[in-house]
């Protein structure tokens, strides 16, 4: 069965620091990783990786990829009050939809 | 348009009635997703239908769940005899390409509360 497991399931920093979320992966036949963006209802898409060490980067959030450690990170530098979301990582394989983890909740306080 | 939209943005259902909740995807999408979202977890993916085909309701919880995209645009999805379980966030998504996996676009949700 495929598995997407991330980490920490929250985080409660301050503003102007830096942060790393975790997500690893066990699939068949992966495809692409996606990151989301959740604050009220809507995921809202930041990334997607198919390759493995191309760093992808928005402003202050970065995102990689490691296909042989089967996980990815999502960097948030200088947090500011309005990064405080739920962060989803979704994994796409073979034939099947995306199946996501639970989710980081971060929370950042000024 | 602009965006994924669902509609009715809540719901509260009596257990036991039926409901419909409709998704209306990105124009010229060609694939639309149902997923179901627990509080505090991820979303749960429940059906798929490239244009008005059902490719796949192998998440659908029970056979209370039906979903149809008639003429591959808006989609419903019908709940029957609600059950308290039922209570969730339902969340449409669709996607541009025909072929998986690929960046999904998401509604706003649907939360519905069974009594």
């Keep these: 069965e495929d598995k997407v497991v991330q980490s920490p399931l929250s985080l409660v920093v301050h503003e102007g620091d830096t942060v790393t979320l975790n997500c690893s992966y066990e699939v068949t036949n992966f495809r692409s990783l996606l990151w989301y963006k959740q604050e009220k209802k809507a995921p809202t898409f930041l990334f997607m990786l198919t390759s493995s060490g191309i760093e992808k980067k928005s402003g202050r959030l970065s995102s990689i990829l490691d296909k042989k450690e089967l996980f990815s990170i999502l960097n948030i530098t200088a947090t500011q009050t309005g990064d405080s979301a739920v962060y989803l990582c979704a994994v796409g394989s073979g034939n099947t939809p995306l199946v996501f983890g639970k989710g980081t909740r971060l929370s950042v306080i000024a | ?115």
């Design chain 2, 1 to 115: 348009g602009a965006g994924v939209s669902q509609s009715p943005r809540y719901k509260v259902a009596k257990r036991g009635q039926d409901v419909a909740l409709r998704c209306d995807p990105i124009s010229g999408h060609v694939s639309l997703f149902w997923y179901q979202q627990a509080l505090g977890q991820g979303p749960e993916f429940l059906t798929y239908f490239q244009n008005e085909a059902q490719l796949d309701k192998s998440g659908l919880p029970s056979d209370r769940f039906f979903a149809e995209r008639p003429e591959g645009s808006v989609s419903t999805l019908k709940i029957q005899r609600t059950q308290q379980e039922d209570s969730a966030v339902y969340l449409c998504a669709s996607s541009l390409m025909g072929t998986l996996p690929d960046t999904q676009y998401f509604g706003p949700g649907t939360r519905l509360t069974v009594l």
